[in-house]
């Protein structure tokens, strides 16, 4: 009995960690998105696709409030993690981006050395008491990268000085050095070649062990390959959310089927 309870637990832990409530977007007076709702789960990679200019980034950015560094940009509707609104004013954007961790389409790594990189977001929010256990922060996460054993020997060496495909590795490493609870990635592999782009996808795999994955991807392909849930936005309006298999095989609205199957975007 206690162990099903315990199973109850882990499964509701599971559930929802992000829930979006009639979200909209705008740029002065483009409305970017409008009047999404969306559930995110945990430990889980939900994948957003849909044609240029859609609004997938844009909605992405809404979950740890990056668009509020853009000026013109609004945000309305409610957005919560854990059933906490984000956008409360007693939250701290900061904070929130140290819970909820991105990765950007083009690697971006501080001109610093790959250590400091990594060990960025535990100093500035003083996750760590001493030398010692930021060491263990800085390879534990660059060992989530899947780059211990590439940069290990190095880890003075300049970021800036690793190949594309390592730098965006260095790039999730530093992300998940704050133990986010969700990781946003934008684009994570457009620049990379398709050697990098299968490690970072085996990656995303290991990832959603212990986070919750939000990608936005152009490939179909890759949503199909990395994702358990594909949302397909159009317009600034979310079309249709569902199971990846599903919605690759068995659309039900038709603008989702004419998109997968060539038909726009
Ligand atoms: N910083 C910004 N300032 C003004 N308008 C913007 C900004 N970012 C996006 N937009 C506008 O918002 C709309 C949605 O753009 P967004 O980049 O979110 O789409 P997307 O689906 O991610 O596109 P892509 O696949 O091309 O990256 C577009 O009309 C775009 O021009």
Redo the contacts with the bound molecule.
Sequence with gaps: MEDMRLADRTASARENKITARGVQVY??T?H?IKDVDVDIADRTVTAFI???????????RCLNRMNDT?P??RVEGRIEIDGEDIYDKRVDPVQLRARVGMVFQKPNPFPKSIYDNVAYGPRIHGLTRNRAELDEVVEKSLRRAALWNEVKDRLTSPGTGLSGGQQQRLCIARAVATSPEVLLMD?PCSALDPIATAQVEELIDELRENFSVVI?T?SMQQAARVSQRTAF?HL?NLVEFGETGQIFTNPRDPRTEAYITGRIG
């Design positions: 740029y002065g483009n970017a849909g044609p240029s200019g859609c609004g997938k980034s844009t909605f992405l853009i013109i940009c684009e936005v152009h936005f600034g």
